[in-house]
């Protein structure tokens, strides 16, 4: 039986190791429709460290190179400055770029290196067991915050996007969600910009994703994309930051 859709060639057709409703795997085919329509899968190169997406190139059909836990922007500066020519992603999420990597994706941003950055936001720790992460809600309720978190004692949530346009070697910044189909629609549009202007050599760019997690935000996948749209979207909200 032939399939009723198109494949990306730059999305290989396996098997996803992701939870049922999780949105890696939607973010995952977006940029590879992406780098198809523009013609640069031979020039990509992604770096992916660790977290839920850790073998993100088990997914993607072009050249990637893993980093250590935080140190994606790094490895990808090195990258981008010996092969100027390749156009180079990271693809991170928030315990990775506003936790551990914090040090590493200011600086990045700072300097206004000439690289894209695809920041997966779904407010907890996926990979290690549905703990607190720098962008978990007030209140909400984590392996790590049996109660909900608490702004006296955990901190509020990290709006790493707002902190990083502040930033004059920032040139794009977009939040989008992964939550309903009009807003998947204006996500792969931000993709698309935020990769022509490393093409342009415009500077740094970073699109930030709403993205759902129903295992650990303890949802069925139709509550989570709810969630995201009714709850998330508030403490950040959508649109382009600068």
């Excluded at 049996?146 to 955990?154: D, K, T």
Aim: aromatic share 8%; net charge neutral; proline share 5%.
């Amino acid at each position: 039986m032939d399939k009723i859709y198109s494949h990306p060639q730059s999305l290989r057709d396996v098997s996803t190791h992701y939870c049922p409703g999780c949105g890696h795997g939607l973010a995952h085919r977006l940029i590879a429709e992406v780098v198809d329509e523009l013609k640069i899968r031979e020039r990509v190169i992604a770096v992916a460290p660790v977290g839920c997406a850790v073998i993100a190139y088990d997914y993607w059909d072009f050249d990637c190179s893993e980093a250590a836990h935080g140190r994606a922007l790094a490895v990808a500066t090195a990258i981008k400055r010996v092969r100027p020519q390749n156009i180079v992603f990271t693809y991170q999420g928030d315990g990775d770029l506003a936790a551990i990597g914090t040090n590493e994706t200011i600086h990045a941003a700072n300097r206004g290196e000439n690289l894209t950055v695809f920041f997966i936001n779904n407010a907890v720790y996926g990979m290690t067991g549905g703990q607190m992460a720098p962008t978990t809600l007030l209140n909400q309720k984590t392996s790590t915050t049996p109660s909900g978190r608490c702004a006296q004692s955990q901190g509020y949530p990290l709006k790493i996007s707002e902190m990083l346009a502040l930033l004059p070697g920032v040139k794009y910044i977009e939040r989008v969600s992964l939550g309903s189909a009009p807003d998947i629609i204006k996500a792969k549009k931000a993709i698309k910009k935020a990769l022509v202007n490393q093409m342009e050599g415009v500077g740094f760019s970073l699109v930030e994703m709403l993205s759902p997690c129903p295992t650990y935000w303890g949802l069925s996948p139709k509550e989570s994309l709810d969630w995201i749209q009714n709850t998330m979207a508030k403490e950040f909200p959508l649109g382009v930051i600068k």
